[in-house]
T-cell receptor, first 118, second 115 residues
């Protein structure tokens, strides 16, 4: 079974600064996906970024980038130039690659609440 | 551009009452899921459906039943609601080809309170 750990329950950052959210995971699989989801107060689950484990290059999406360390099973999210709209809960999630049914489920961490201060 | 539609958005039930949460997707996805979100717990899988007519249990299925009525719709039923089922419920569907990274699409959630 896979586990995803987000050990920091809350973080705060000043607007325009950079913040890094941590995530570690445990799996015996070699092929998988890792995700960061954002959940603003509206409750909507929004995909921020996705990383395929077989790719060595770290994924980037505009101000969002990841530091994927496969050997260390670490997957951190860096948010550059933080904006007030980044205030949300962020979830790290894991999914096996190439499976269907229950094996295709997302396994989530407990989430971290990020507050961006003006 | 509807994606995944969940109804209702909010609901208050009395202990012992029953209700059905509705979910529909218009993306022609085979796989659909029901998750619950509780504070400090992340999202946990209740039930999933790999295709029309098939369903199976996830991590926390007790107290729930599901129906995959057709390819579009996947409903979650609480037969006798309990306070422990107070939660936010999410329906999701999943693309099944590499081009979309097997990505999930989530509904907007249902906040359920059982008193």
């Amino acid at each position: 079974a896979q586990t995803v750990t987000q050990s920091q329950p809350e973080m705060s950052v000043q607007e325009a600064e950079t913040v890094t959210l941590s995530c570690t995971y445990d799996t015996s699989e070699n092929n998988y996906y890792l995700f960061w989801y954002k959940q603003p107060p509206s409750r909507q689950m929004i995909l921020v970024i996705r990383q395929e484990a077989y790719k060595q290059q770290n994924a980037t999406e505009n101000r969002f980038s990841v530091n994927f360390q496969k050997a260390a099973k670490s997957f951190s999210l860096k948010i550059s130039d933080s904006q007030l709209g980044d205030t949300a809960m962020y979830f790290c999630a894991f999914m096996k690659r190439g499976y269907t049914g229950a094996n295709s489920k997302l396994t989530f961490g407990k989430g971290i609440t990020l507050s961006v201060r003006p | 551009n509807a994606g995944v539609t969940q109804t209702p958005k909010f609901q208050v039930l009395k202990t012992g009452q029953s209700m059905t949460l509705q979910c529909a997707q218009d993306m022609n996805h085979n796989s659909m899921y029901w998750y619950r979100q509780d504070p400090g717990m992340g999202l946990r899988l209740i039930y999933y459906s790999a295709s029309e007519g098939t369903t199976d249990k996830g991590e926390v299925p007790n107290g729930y039943n599901v129906s995959r009525l057709n390819k579009r719709e996947f409903s979650l039923r609480l037969e006798s609601a309990a306070p422990s089922q107070t939660s936010v419920y999410f329906c999701a569907s999943r693309a099944e080809w590499k081009g979309l990274g097997y990505g999930y699409t989530f509904g907007s959630g249902t906040r359920l309170t059982v008193v």
